[in-house]
Antibody
C-alpha cells in the first residue's frame, strides 16, 4: 500500500546536525513532490517547504532557510531533511507529506520523527 | 507573511453539528484544505479543494468557502471526531503554503 515511513527518534546536543529520512513505497516516487512539516511540542503545524522529486529543486518556507536542507535519493525512493547547528527550539516532530499536484493536498503522511535537542 | 486564523477551540455534544472556521485574505482565490490530527498521530486529510472529501472520509465531514472564510462542518459529530483540525492554503502568489493555528474540537 501507499505509505511513507520515517526514521526513528533522535536526541542531539545543541550545535549538532540531524538527518531525518522518509522512505516512500507503493507509488512512483518521482510522481509527487515531498513536503516537510514541523510540529513543536504542544504547537500547531508549520509548513517547512518541499522538494520536487523529479528535479531535486527545493523550496523552503519562511523561517526555514539556511540551516534546513531537503535532499533525495531516488534510487531508494527516499527524501531527507537535514538540520544543522541544532538549537533547543528545533525540538519538534517532523513529518514528511506527499504532495498531490492534482488535488493540491498533502494526501499521505509519514508517522513523524521526534527530534529532541538538549544539552 | 500570510496567516490563516482559526478559533482555538470548539465544543459540541455528540450528535450536534460542529463548525470550524478559517479566515484568510487569499481564500477568495485559493482553495482551503482541512486536516484532522488526533493526539500522537500524523495529520489526515479530510477535505480538499474547499469541499471535496477524500475516499474513506465519512460523509458527515463537509467543507465550504465564501469570501475570506472557509468552514469545516461536521454534521452529527461523534466522540471519535475529537481532534485538532487545521486549515491549510496558499498565499495569493501561490509561493508559500501555510497552516492555520489549529482548532481543538471537543465532543462531549
Amino acid at each position: 500500500q501507499v505509505q511513507l515511513v520515517q526514521s526513528g527518534s533522535e536526541l542531539k546536543k545543541p550545535g549538532a546536525s540531524v538527518k531525518v529520512s522518509c522512505k516512500a513505497s507503493g507509488y512512483t516516487f518521482t510522481g509527487y513532490a515531498m513536503s516537510w512539516v514541523r510540529q513543536a511540542p504542544g504547537q500547531g503545524l508549520e509548513w517547512m517547504g518541499w522538494i520536487n522529486t523529479n528535479t531535486g529543486n527545493p523550496m523552503y518556507g519562511q523561517g526555514f532557510t539556511g540551516r534546513f536542507v531537503f535532499s533525495l535519493d531516488t534510487s531508494v525512493s527516499t527524501a531527507y531533511l537535514q538540520i544543522s547547528s541544532l538549537k533547543t527550539e528545533d525540538t519538534a516532530v517532523y513529518f514528511c507529506g506527499r504532495y498531490s499536484s492534482s488535488s493540491g493536498a498533502f494526501d499521505i503522511w509519514g508517522q513523524g520523527t521526534m527530534v529532541t535537542v538538549s544539552s | 507573511s500570510y496567516e490563516l486564523t482559526q478559533p482555538p477551540s470548539v465544543s459540541v455534544s455528540p450528535g450536534q453539528t460542529a463548525r470550524i472556521t478559517c479566515s484568510g485574505d487569499a481564500l477568495p482565490k485559493k482553495y482551503a484544505y482541512w486536516y484532522q490530527q488526533k493526539s500522537g498521530q500524523a495529520p489526515v486529510l479530510v477535505i480538499y479543494e474547499d469541499s471535496k472529501r477524500p475516499s474513506g472520509i465519512p460523509e458527515r465531514f463537509s467543507g465550504s468557502s465564501s469570501g475570506t472564510m472557509a468552514t469545516l462542518t461536521i454534521s452529527g459529530a461523534q466522540v471519535e471526531d475529537e481532534a485538532d483540525y487545521y486549515c491549510y492554503s496558499t498565499d495569493s502568489s501561490a509561493t508559500y503554503r501555510v497552516f492555520g493555528g489549529g482548532t481543538k474540537l471537543t465532543v462531549l
